[in-house]
């Protein structure tokens, strides 16, 4: 097997395109929820949506066998959560990472209702809220491969196994 680790939203430090970068307070929320500043200068990391485009593009080159979903507890609080489940590039809809990505790329959002419930607490998969198993699901299906493990916050004890009867 080939583990793939990803956080439930994405960040980025330093220049460079981000297509699904978010500039407003929902980024702001995101970064300060998920505590995304640099360890050694405290700068604010850059924050947005999940970008499924990029994920699928990594699996595929990674060959990724299962995923491993980090600070899922971070979009507890939102009423919807997005996915970039595509580009748009001069005007056109891919749904593929390009050769040369620029910073003309614009995301295309799906949009999925949040689960507004603290999943801190939550010891089994059996506890997720249908909105958070709705986005599990959802992601699955975009990126052909299971997320086995999911992290509900920073401790040990907060990371809950998926898919446990197989």
């Not at 970039?84 to 999925?112: M, Q, R, S, W």
């Not at 507004?116 to 699955?140: C, G, R, V």
């Amino acid at each position: 097997e080939v583990y793939g680790i990803f956080k439930a939203y994405c960040t980025r430090v330093g220049a460079g395109p981000f297509p699904s970068e978010l500039f407003d307070e929902t980024g702001d929320k995101i970064g300060a929820l998920g505590h995304e500043f640099g360890a050694v200068t405290g700068r604010k990391r850059r924050c947005g949506w999940i970008d499924l485009v990029a994920l699928k593009y990594s699996v595929m080159v990674n060959g990724v066998t299962k995923l491993i979903m980090m600070k899922s507890d971070v979009l507890d609080t939102f009423d919807a959560i997005k996915a970039c489940v595509a580009y748009k590039v001069n005007g056109e809809e891919i749904d593929y990472f390009p050769y040369d990505i620029t910073e003309g790329v614009e995301p295309v959002y799906a949009e999925l209702p949040g689960w507004k419930t603290d999943m801190t607490k939550m010891q089994s998969e059996d506890e997720f809220p249908e909105e958070f198993n709705a986005y599990l699901n959802f992601l699955e299906e975009q990126l052909g491969v299971q997320i086995k493990i999911v992290s509900v916050g920073p401790d040990r004890a907060q990371t809950i196994e998926r898919y446990t009867e197989e």
